[in-house]
């Protein structure tokens, strides 16, 4: 249960921060972070769950947000233990976990989103362009209320949450969405607490690398490349571009690839940036695979793919 004095606390501007910090410069209590405070506040859920996974003397605050993220997701019977950390990133860690027997498969991927590392991202304005506000588990929340709607726009700390769990919430849905149409991604299992648990490529030793991680024959090169563009045109017909589409987005474990990493995913229909976003993406792939001969002309690709899209998209209205 949040007191008045944090709630509004949320809402507030830096500017009225600041004012009641001086206000209450005697009390040390009032000098924390409301939201982080919430956060990092025990929970019920976390009883019995205590991950095999030890975090690295040198983080001290990373066992505290795997616990925050995935306790509900032991409750819920998704996992069954953290094994260990596979992947790192600015905004985000990947964990191999032991799956639940009643879901199936035996390991499953916690992505885990840790809000102080998120606010480093500056530029992400860009991607944001034409979205509704989602929450962390992809619902769309509808700003009725004018405190939720004024925290957005004035960049409070609740408005940077409010715009974290948007983020996360939209990976979700894309991944959902693409997965549905067929697209080679990971499938999403379920979402919440700044935390994504998905489908994992690799086996009880490794996880599968990233392209950029592995040497191809030339032969696979084509293979792949061809399938890395079957993806981005079924993925824009769809209503998708991923928008930071590279080798070191797409994973690669016996011969199959699956390509990460969708919050910044746009929407070509509201995104104005779309098509240079999409010649980006198409350009980086064939970058990757001239290396193994893969010849390639990005403009006249994403020309094509464009035309083809917008075709379909007049055909569709």
């Given at each position: 249960?949040?007191?008045?004095?944090?709630?509004?606390?949320?809402?507030?501007?830096?500017?009225?921060?600041?004012?009641?910090?001086?206000?209450?410069?005697?009390?040390?209590?009032?000098?924390?972070?409301?939201?982080?405070?919430?956060?990092?506040?025990?929970?019920?859920?976390?009883?019995?769950?205590?991950?095999?996974?030890?975090?690295?003397?040198?983080?001290?605050?990373?066992?505290?947000?795997?616990?925050?993220?995935?306790?509900?997701?032991?409750?819920?019977?998704?996992?069954?233990?953290?094994?260990?950390?596979?992947?790192?990133?600015?905004?985000?860690?990947?964990?191999?976990?032991?799956?639940?027997?009643?879901?199936?498969?035996?390991?499953?991927?916690?992505?885990?989103?840790?809000p102080r590392m998120f606010?480093?991202?500056?530029?992400?304005?860009?991607?944001?362009?034409?979205?509704?506000?989602?929450?962390?588990?992809?619902?769309?929340?509808?700003?009725?209320?004018?405190?939720?709607?004024?925290?957005?726009?004035?960049?409070?700390?609740?408005?940077?949450?409010?715009?974290?769990?948007?983020?996360?919430?939209?990976?979700?849905?894309?991944?959902?969405?693409?997965?549905?149409?067929?697209?080679?991604?990971?499938?999403?299992?379920?979402?919440?607490?700044?935390?994504?648990?998905?489908?994992?490529?690799?086996?009880?030793?490794?996880?599968?690398?990233?392209?950029?991680?592995?040497?191809?024959?030339?032969?696979?090169?084509?293979?792949?490349?061809?399938?890395?563009?079957?993806?981005?045109?079924?993925?824009?017909?769809?209503?998708?571009?991923?928008?930071?589409?590279?080798?070191?987005?797409?994973?690669?474990?016996?011969?199959?690839?699956?390509?990460?990493?969708?919050?910044?995913?746009?929407?070509?229909?509201?995104?104005?940036?779309?098509?240079?976003?999409?010649?980006?993406?198409?350009e980086r792939v064939c970058?990757?695979?001239?290396?193994?001969?893969?010849?390639?002309?990005?403009?006249?690709?994403?020309?094509?793919?464009?035309?083809?899209?917008?075709?379909?998209?007049?055909?569709?209205?």
């Amino acid at each position: 249960m949040v007191d008045d004095e944090t709630y509004e606390a949320l809402f507030e501007t830096r500017a009225e921060h600041r004012q009641r910090m001086r206000r209450n410069t005697k009390s040390k209590r009032r000098q924390t972070d409301p939201v982080v405070e919430i956060a990092e506040r025990p929970d019920d859920a976390n009883v019995g769950f205590h991950p095999t996974y030890k975090a690295s003397h040198h983080d001290h605050g990373e066992m505290q947000w795997i616990l925050a993220a995935l306790s509900d997701f032991y409750a819920d019977k998704l996992i069954d233990d953290v094994l260990r950390a596979v992947r790192g990133g600015k905004e985000a860690s990947v964990y191999a976990c032991a799956a639940h027997p009643s879901t199936g498969v035996e390991w499953l991927a916690a992505k885990v989103y840790r809000p102080r590392m998120f606010r480093s991202l500056k530029n992400d304005a860009v991607y944001r362009q034409g979205r509704g506000l989602l929450d962390d588990s992809g619902k769309t929340i509808k700003a009725r209320d004018q405190r939720v709607a004024r925290a957005v726009h004035n960049g409070t700390r609740f408005g940077q949450e409010l715009r974290i769990g948007s983020w996360i919430g939209h990976e979700y849905e894309t991944l959902r969405m693409l997965c549905d149409a067929g697209a080679d991604l990971p499938r999403p299992y379920a979402c919440g607490n700044n935390a994504i648990i998905m489908e994992y490529l690799g086996d009880a030793v490794n996880a599968a690398p990233t392209l950029n991680q592995v040497a191809l024959e030339p032969a696979e090169a084509r293979t792949l490349f061809d399938q890395v563009m079957h993806n981005v045109a079924l993925m824009l017909s769809h209503h998708r571009i991923h928008a930071d589409l590279s080798a070191y987005n797409v994973l690669y474990w016996g011969g199959a690839i699956k390509i990460i990493d969708f919050p910044q995913a746009v929407d070509p229909r509201a995104n104005p940036q779309a098509r240079s976003l999409l010649a980006r993406d198409v350009e980086r792939v064939c970058q990757y695979f001239n290396r193994y001969g893969v010849r390639a002309d990005p403009v006249a690709l994403t020309r094509s793919l464009w035309a083809r899209y917008m075709r379909g998209a007049e055909v569709g209205t």
